[in-house]
Structure formats: structure tokens, C-alpha cells
């Protein structure tokens, strides 16, 4: 989408070694980065600060554990196995129904007891997580999307991504899975990355494999002028993410269930940047803006924060017509 140097610099892209010297290492204490990079620590986090997630139903660290897995899932009819420190949606389990010993998978396959448990052991013997570590297997709570989602992703679960910069939240996309991504909400596998305007909450660009797309590849829903709910709750949130966490430059990804609402999934001290693909749009004016504000600004709430932030961004935009 961007077609040359002078075109990504005039959009203000951030390119990789800008985002990890300028972003990265100025902004996020490498202090913190155990607090975000393990899923079960920033549960824990989200808990002691009212921050809502899916609920944990059990989590697995020793091998032996592994044998427990049918009495914690037994009452469950959906739910999720997932490793505490994976990337990209690998090593995540999603059960959504079960028929009689059977369980059932979001593709529709039905797995047995013993799948789960392999798969469980699997995870704690590291083979999902980052530098193939031991890891800790987590047990969660179903997501049920809302009803918008149901065309927009086939098998995973659509995910919010929210940039958040000192505190303010400046772009956002939505990702949804498809056939090519393995039902993964992973842009790299093949997810589709739907630009979202952080003013408005609408959909406003949509690219796969960093080519635009204006419908779904396997659905056919349009991707366009898609309006998300519960914006402002959503994006308060992702703000609230930030003091709790400590960092300045995050990426927080959120889901919508459509029955407890807005939600953390989970939080990025090294978000990528192909968020930027997905707005068509780069990074930099965003930060700038957000630099200009008064100290002042920085101390106010996450709500205060996200319409301070809103009015920075709205200036770029009236700047550009």
C-alpha cells in the first residue's frame, strides 16, 4: 500500500528501528515487560486493577497437573486452553460446544479428553512459547462475540488492537481471522487487518496480506463503514490498560462478548506495525500530537484522556482537508 520511501514518510509511518529506539526503549521500562508477556500475570493485573477479562477457570504448570483437566473443564460447555507466554495465536485451544464426550472445536472437528490433555502438555513443555521455554497452561472462559462479528471471521474470535501512547489512545484495527490465518487472528498468517477511525469508531480500511480488500475473503461481509460498539467504553479501557501496566507505548488488544461487553485479552510491550497498513495511515502525526499536549493532560483519567486525545487527533485530520 505504501509505494515508495517519500510516501511512507510523508504519511508518517514509524518504521522498526524508530519504533524500538524511540517507542520501545524510551517509553516501556524493560522492568514491566514480564507483567505483559505473560498472559497469566496480566490477568492477575487486570484483576487487582477492575480491568475486565475472560474469566480463568484453571491453569496448569506442572505435568502431572495435566490428569485435572477433566474436573476443571467438566461443568464448561466452551472454553479456552492457551499458552501464558505464546505469540501469534499459537498454542490456543478453542473449545465451543461439547457432545457427549466429545468436544467440539471452532472449526466444527471434534476432539477427545485425551486431545486436550496432550495439547495441555504440549504447552508446558514449551512448544508454543517465546524461546521454547516451560510455560503455564491457562484455562478461560468462552468468548461469545457480539452478534456484529458473526460474519466478519471464520472460526477464531475477532480481536480489537489499540495503540496506546503515554496514556492516550491514537489508532486502532480490528482482526479477523480467516481460512488462510487457521482461524488465528494473525495479519502474518493471512487475518484480514480492518483500520478503525479512533474518532468515530468505523471501519474505514481493510488490507490482507497488505493488499487493501473491501469484503471478507471467505464471508464476503463488506468490511467498510462498520461501526463498532461501545467505542468509548472500549477505548477507556485500552487507556485504563496503560496505567495499570506501567507502559507508555502498548498495544492492547480487547474483545467484545456479548454478554459482559468490552474485555482484555491481552496486552503488547512491542506492538507491531502493521496497524499502520491497516489505517492506511502512519504513527508519527499521532505521537506528535499526543507530545503537544500539556503535562497536565498526562495526569487527567483514562475517560479525560481518551477525549483530550480525540480532539489532538481530530486537529490532524481537519489539518490534512
Sequence with gaps: MFASRSSLKALGVVGMNDRNINLIARHN???LFPLVDNKLKTKLLAREHGLPTPGLIGSLSLQHEVQEIEAIVHDQPGFAIKPATGSGGKGILVIVDRQEEAFVK??????DLLHLKRHASNILSGLFSLGGSPDIAIIEELIRPDPLYEDLSVEGVPDLR???YRGFPIMAMLRLSTRASDGKANLHQGAVGVGVCVLSGKTINAVQFDKQVTIHPDTGADLHQIQIPDWEELLTLSARCAEASGLGYLG???VLDINKGPMLLELNARPGLAIQIANGEGLMPCIRAIDALP???FRKPAQ?????GKQ???AIVSARR
Excluded at 106 to 111: M, R, Y
Excluded at 304 to 308: L, M, P, S, T, Y
Aim: without cysteine.
Design 29 to 31: 521500562p524493560r522492568r
Design 106 to 111: 471452532g472449526s466444527g472437528a471434534l476432539v
Design 162 to 164: 489499540v495503540i496506546v
Design 252 to 254: 492492547v488488544d480487547l
Design 295 to 297: 503535562p497536565q493532560d
Design 304 to 308: 479525560a484522556r481518551v477525549a483530550i
Design 312 to 314: 489532538a487527533l481530530a
